[in-house]
């Protein structure tokens, strides 16, 4: 059974290499993998549902007409008293806690797309710098991403949000100055090893402009690494933000997502009322880790030395 | 080795100051602390006085001179709530969070490298896809959500474990240890776990690879080719060679959970530095934000530091003295 099975992987393997767009190679390389497949599925479900949160959710858990008071604390699957079933059951104010989980979702993911996006911009830039420039700048860049990587990003972010305060801004800003340093470290060390290559050496002797050398000939060669990192950021970023909103210096109460919904329900699971903090507890779950499954496969696929 | 740590010794000075520089500067612009701690209808002259007293009044620049006047001499300033040496509160908490960070440590260990091991050798097999894929839940798992399902599952519902504090504690030369007494261990348990998992996946992930990467190499053939049994090889030939990155990695996680105890200790209320930091965020404490910060970064300092001398005596190949 196994030997037949190596035989035909054999057969198939450089046929599907000689043919075929390096992109087709790489997704059907990628589905090989079954958890990760539907780990993909799940990820782009919840991107979708989080995007037309206000179409899927049965009411607006924010708009106060919406909400009856008397709702309050429902459990799962019971019906309120105008007949609506909370499948998910209601928190103390009486809000759905499907529609909750689902702008919540919204929230988090914006931020931590946002600061993941701006992160990599950011890093990207300084790194690139760093590496096309050397010499000087180089050192600096570098002795600063060195001190910044050896403290925990949730100890820079929670004294950049003690002293900032409370607003999603805020909280981006905090996830991007914490995150940063990832990307520049990996661009650069990218970076410098293309820089050698002879179609960087091409380019210079055709005296290309320097702009047009760092982002038209050496960063498309460096992005490979860069998605991986990028997607890992994201979902560091949503872990991180809940988890400061839980400490209370993340997102002010007006806004909340998944981990200010958990950090509210708290004090009502020790009563026994479980479902407001756990549903959205594994919404997040589900959340961070479809995108750690993702990323981890793309990393497998882009990487040929773990191919044996 | 002796110039490797007299230039590191003289790196971590200028870090401290550019650290106490910039912490300084940033923690002096939150809000103002003598709204939180008087009484808002007290008279002008009882808050000027207040004001005079903590010496808010002075111009920031000063306040920094008096502040690192003090820190060369090991006074980071009193707190404003406890009313004591903000350094004294700090290392009155300090045993609780390593404590806790040491155990966490110890179960990430002990149960992360018997699992990688397992993992690396039977990477193809339903158990070691299967652990993989519990180590990719270690990472997303949000740490202060497990510790609610902890609390959730063994202290309501099953009501085994308490859901909260530190329990009773052994005194050892006048530091108080819990683990040592029946209910500080039972106090433990939880916390140390919750806190273990992010460690353990790594070690898994670490662990995992390094014997995937070993197994193929030609001292494992060869040693295999001379019948030496399966433990000698994976205990003496394998494990040897795959504990480099893992004690690396072990030593700047150990500083992680430090940080990432911030957010233990608040949910199961465990008396140590992070729930410290958290209340001091809360109640504007300046001193202690200040001297939290740099005791960790002394900390940070420190753990680097045994780290890559711990590095060249493992490997003599590498060298420290550059």
Known sequence: MRRAKTVTKFKIKPQSNIDGHPFRLLTSNFLESKTATIATVIMFGILLIAFFAPLISSQNPYDLAQITILDGTLAPGLKGHQGTTYWLGTDDQGRDMLSAILYGLRISLAIGLSSGFLALIFGTAIGLLAAYYGGKLDVLVMRIVDLQLSFPALLIALVLLAILGRGIDKVIFALV???WAYFARTVRGTALVEKKKEYIEAANCLALSTKRIMFRHLLPNCMPPLIVIGAVNVANAIALEATLSFLGVGLPITEPSLGLLISNGYEYMLSGQYWISVFPGIALLVTVASINIFTERLREVLNPRLEK | MTVFLVRRMIQSVIILWVMSLLVFTGVYAIGNPVDMLIDPQSSQEVRETAIR????DRPLWVQYIVFLKG????????????????LKLITQRLPATLELATSAMMIAIFVGLPLGIVAGLKSKSAIGRGIMTCSILGFSLPNFWVGLMFVMIFSITLGWLPTSGRGETV??????ISFLTIDGLKHLILPALTLSLFPLALIIRLTKAGVEETWLSEFVKFARSKGLTMNRIILVHILKNILIPVVTVTGIQFGMLLAFAVVTETVFAWPGMGKLIIDSINYLDRPVIVAYLLVTVIIFIIINLIVDTLYSVLDPRVGIGE
């Not at chain 2, 090991?74 to 903000?86: D, E, K, R, T, V």
């Open chain 2, 71 to 86: 820190a060369v001499r090991g006074n980071l300033g009193n707190s404003f709530i406890y009313n004591m040496p903000a």
């Open chain 1, 177 to 179: 100055i914490s995150q």
């Open chain 2, 171 to 176: 005194e050892i030369f006048g530091i108080g």
């Open chain 2, 53 to 56: 007293n903590l010496g808010l």
